[in-house]
């Protein structure tokens, strides 16, 4: 009988994959907080047309983490755009099982507006209540960047265009610091000052959000318009509602 231990494969988001660049893509695997025991691994890709480009290639696993870099050569002359597919393939337990995702080829990554340096500014004693200082921020960071990131993409829009980063950091900080909060309010017990404060950010979240502008390269070609994108799908105006993409 198949096994069929419904392992989490930890995907972020969709995979970029920048032309002309070697990239390594990864996949964290793991079970009831344990990575297993992979004996074998292979990689695919299709492009957005399904065209396989790399078929069932022999890849590699540390740690539950399955890796795989595709080569510059690989994406060479293919056109950017959305509609990449990929898989790695996990032997466990002498039994095969797939873990896809969708991917995109794209001129460049966007990479977060904020760092730790953001948080303590915000709350110089954070570093202090951290228990190897302002490293340990790191992780809400990247949960945040991973929140906002995957949004985007759920509402359509191809955030790795923006050409405006800095107008992501008001959601970023402020959702970044209600997890370094509300993890301060649980390790330390009473904490009652940390939670009421995550809860008072929290509720700026919608706002910030709605807030998000940026000029987009639409043609990825470092071509930029001159509309602000937003970032909700939805715009309210006097005159009613209108959709993000009216072209």
């Known amino acids: 009988m198949a096994d069929g231990t ?6 972020t988001g969709p995979v970029l994959i920048p032309q002309g ?3 390594t893509i990864t996949v964290a695997v ?3 907080g344990s990575a297993p025991t992979v004996s074998a691994v292979t990689f695919s890709l ?8 790399l078929d069932a290639v022999s890849a590699s696993e540390s740690g539950g983490t399955l890796s795989y870099t595709v080569t510059a050569a690989t994406t060479s002359g293919k056109t950017l ?3 990449f597919l990929l898989k790695f393939t996990a032997t466990i337990g002498g039994d095969a099982h797939d873990f896809y995702n969708d991917a995109a080829l794209t001129l460049a990554r966007l990479y977060p507006p904020i760092g730790t340096t953001d948080l303590t500014n915000r709350y110089s004693r954070l570093a202090a209540l951290q228990t190897t200082g302002a490293s340990d921020l790191q992780k809400f960071v990247s949960d945040a ?4 990131s995957s949004r985007l993409y759920a509402e359509a829009l191809p955030f790795w265009r923006m050409r405006t980063p800095s107008a992501l950091r008001p959601w970023l900080t402020a959702q970044a610091l209600v997890y370094a909060l509300d993890d301060l309010a649980l390790t330390l017990g009473d904490g009652g000052p940390y939670r009421d404060e995550a809860r008072r950010l929290e509720q700026t979240l919608p706002r910030l959000y709605g807030q998000i502008r940026s000029r987009m390269d639409d043609g990825e070609d470092n071509t930029i ?3 602000q994108q937003p970032a909700s799908p939805v715009l ?6 209108l959709g993000r993409f009216t072209r």
Do not use: F, I, K, M
Not at 6 to 11: D, E, I, L, T
Not at 46 to 53: A, C, E, F, Q
Not at 145 to 148: D, N, Q, V, Y
């Open 6 to 11: 419904p392992y989490s494969a930890r995907w």
């Open 21 to 23: 660049q070697d990239t």
């Open 30 to 32: 793991e079970h009831s």
């Open 46 to 53: 299709w492009d957005s047309g399904g065209t396989v480009l």
């Open 81 to 83: 755009g959305q509609g």
């Open 145 to 148: 960047w991973t929140e906002l």
């Open 225 to 227: 318009g001159e509309q």
């Open 236 to 241: 309210v105006l006097s005159s009613g509602r």
